[in-house]
């Protein structure tokens, strides 16, 4: 079973940064180069985004309103998205996702199987 363990939220003014981490653990045996993890986050009272995505190859994609200021990159079972340059907008539970044995990732938040319980972020003006 695919467990996913974010850390690495909290409260930040606007213009400043924070990095999340996710822990992963329990793919399947050969899976190693068939899986996607993506970023996702949710603000009060909207629903939830995908933010960014990265392959089993390394391959980005990210959402237009946090291009050039969020990168998320994979080492050792870990999954980090570095955010530079915060606003308010960037305010939510931020979540890890995962799904194995895929080869592109999933364009639909329901593509992917895998949750971890959330981390808060908080952008003050």
């Known amino acids: 079973q695919v467990q996913l363990v974010e850390s690495g939220g909290g409260s930040v003014q606007a213009g400043g940064s924070l990095r999340l981490s996710c822990a992963a653990s329990?793919?399947?045996?050969?899976?190693?180069?068939?899986?996607?993890m993506g970023w996702f986050r949710q603000a009060p009272g909207k629903e939830r985004e995908k933010v960014a995505t990265?392959?089993?190859?390394?391959n980005t994609e990210y959402t237009d309103s946090v291009k050039e200021r969020f990168t998320t990159s994979g080492d050792n079972a870990k999954v980090y998205l570095e955010m530079v340059s915060l606003t308010t907008e960037d305010t939510g539970t931020y979540y890890c996702?995962?799904?194995?044995?895929?080869?592109?990732?999933?364009?639909?938040?329901?593509?992917?199987?895998?949750w971890g319980q959330g981390t808060q972020v908080t952008v003050s003006s």
């Open positions: 990265i392959d089993a190859y390394g």
């Open positions: 996702a995962a799904q194995q044995w895929v080869w592109l990732c999933p364009a639909e938040i329901r593509g992917f199987g895998y």
């Open positions: 329990g793919f399947e045996s050969g899976s190693s180069t068939s899986y996607c």
